[in-house]
């Protein structure tokens, strides 16, 4: 069992940064792959960023490509998404997912077992 935690949304200007965190809670979470998903109300799921258990592969949509990177601290047991240059359309509830899955699907939701409560993230234009 993994229990996760989202944290670091807030209000930001157009342009500017946040670093969201994903806390996890359970022995085994360094042994699952850890995604970052997006939604705004009434569309599905995006997926943002992955990462693979060991921190050594990570994915990005082409949409945060050059301006997110995700790492992760094992020893921490959480999982971090850094947002630079951020536009009106990061605009959403962000959430985190892990999977044992390591390198298929990584963008598919269905993949991910555990999910966080989201958080929101806010960028004026």
């Known amino acids: 069992q993994v229990q996760l935690v989202e944290s670091g949304g807030g209000l930001v200007q157009a342009g500017g940064s946040l670093r969201l965190s994903c806390a996890a809670s359970g022995r085994t979470f360094s042994s699952y792959r850890t995604g970052w998903f997006r939604q705004v109300l009434g569309k599905e799921r995006e997926f943002v960023a992955a990462?693979?258990?060991?921190?050594?592969?990570?994915y990005y949509a082409n949409s945060v490509k050059g301006r997110f990177s995700i790492s992760r601290d094992n020893a921490k047991n959480t999982v971090y998404l850094q947002m630079n240059s951020l536009t009106a359309e990061d605009t959403a509830v962000y959430y985190c997912?892990?999977?044992?899955?390591?390198?298929?699907?990584?963008?598919?939701?269905?993949?991910?077992?555990?999910w966080g409560q989201g958080t929101q993230v806010t960028v004026s234009s």
């Open positions: 990462i693979t258990w060991s921190g050594g592969v990570t």
């Open positions: 997912g892990a999977s044992p899955a390591q390198y298929a699907l990584v963008s598919t939701p269905r993949t991910y077992d555990y």
